[in-house]
């Protein structure tokens, strides 16, 4: 079993950053990447970025060069820099672990940019 802790939302002004904290516990050791998601009511989850165990970083075509992800692995942790925020930012922000057997849900964290 894995856990994830999300921390680091909240309401910002466009052009504003935020730092998002994803936090892996439990069997963090059978998690092959780990990524960040966001969803907006009535739309479906959209990957934003992902890191892998072996350090390779993928960021959607959207938030690419405004948004970068980085770990720790030492604290499995993984965080989501989020710069140049725009009102389209706006989104439930999830982390989601992928292990061999299944991908694990954070409860995820709330993201709001205001104009």
């Known amino acids: 079993q894995v856990q994830l802790v999300e921390s680091g939302g909240g309401l910002v002004q466009a052009g504003g950053s935020l730092r998002l904290s994803c936090a892996a516990s439990g069997s963090t050791f059978s998690i092959n990447a780990i990524g960040w998601y966001r969803q907006v009511p009535g739309k479906q989850r959209e990957l934003v970025a992902i890191?892998?165990?072996?350090?390779?970083?993928e960021v959607a075509n959207n938030v690419k060069g405004r948004f970068t992800i980085s770990r720790d692995s030492a604290k499995n942790t993984v965080w989501l820099q989020a710069n140049s925020l725009k009102p389209e930012d706006t989104a439930v922000y999830y982390c989601?672990?992928?292990?061999?057997?299944?991908?694990?849900w954070g409860k995820g964290t709330l993201v709001t940019v205001s104009s």
């Open positions: 890191i892998t165990s072996g350090g390779r970083t």
């Open positions: 989601n672990a992928e292990t061999l057997r299944r991908h694990y």
